[in-house]
């Protein structure tokens, strides 16, 4: 059969173990990252046959791109509060953030425009995130308001309260925030 693809056909164990150790990622992390558990990770390392199978492909993307590899880690939560704005469920744009000296930081996760949480702008000021999270509600003008707040149990019109209760969903929206406070 003619080859189709880049991709070997199978990896060795020495393979999955060097590339586990160029991320960083104990046995337990690193099957945590393929869906699989330590002991596989373990038994693939050890392996003196060859692996095949959708880790191959795997293996070989992470063994050929750094920047596949600083895609896969995300970085450490630097501030008190980060955001992680997601698409179903692939994250597309974390938002980590200093309340207190509005201080805003984002590492995208996707190269479309259309599903970064501030399209091309890769270096928002406060007051963009602001903009963004109330972007992420409904109106401030919305009719019967206090009637959704009420609802949401919340006293007053706050972005980061409605975000907290509603994830930030829209009708008819696949996009959502995640929070993660320290």
């Known amino acids: 059969m003619k080859r189709m693809f880049a991709s070997p056909e199978y990896i060795t164990g020495e393979e999955v173990k060097v590339t586990r150790k160029k991320l960083g990622l104990s046995q337990a992390e690193f099957g945590q ?3 699989c558990t330590k002991m596989t990770v ?3 390392e050890k392996s003196e046959e ?7 492909f795997a293996i070989y993307a992470l063994m050929n791109s750094d920047a596949l590899s600083d895609k896969v880690l995300l970085p450490e939560m630097k501030y008190g509060l980060r955001l992680n704005y997601m698409y179903r469920q692939q994250l597309c744009t974390i938002i980590d953030v200093d309340e207190t000296h509005e201080i805003v930081e984002i590492t995208n996760y996707r190269d479309n425009l259309m599903f970064r949480a501030f399209g091309a702008n890769t270096a928002p000021t406060y007051a963009e995130y602001l903009d963004f999270l109330e972007s992420r509600c409904f109106p401030r003008t919305r009719d019967k308001m ?3 707040l009420d ?3 919340i006293p007053f019109y706050d972005p980061m309260m409605i ?3 509603t ?3 829209m009708a008819e929206d696949d996009f959502w925030i995640e ?3 320290k």
């Open 146 to 148: 206090k009637i959704i």
């Open 50 to 56: 060859p692996i095949v199978g959708p880790i191959t």
């Open 151 to 153: 609802d949401l149990d």
């Open 179 to 181: 929070i993660e406070r």
């Open 33 to 35: 990252l393929m869906g």
């Open 163 to 165: 975000i907290e209760k």
């Open 42 to 44: 373990g038994r693939w």
């Open 167 to 169: 994830q930030g969903r």
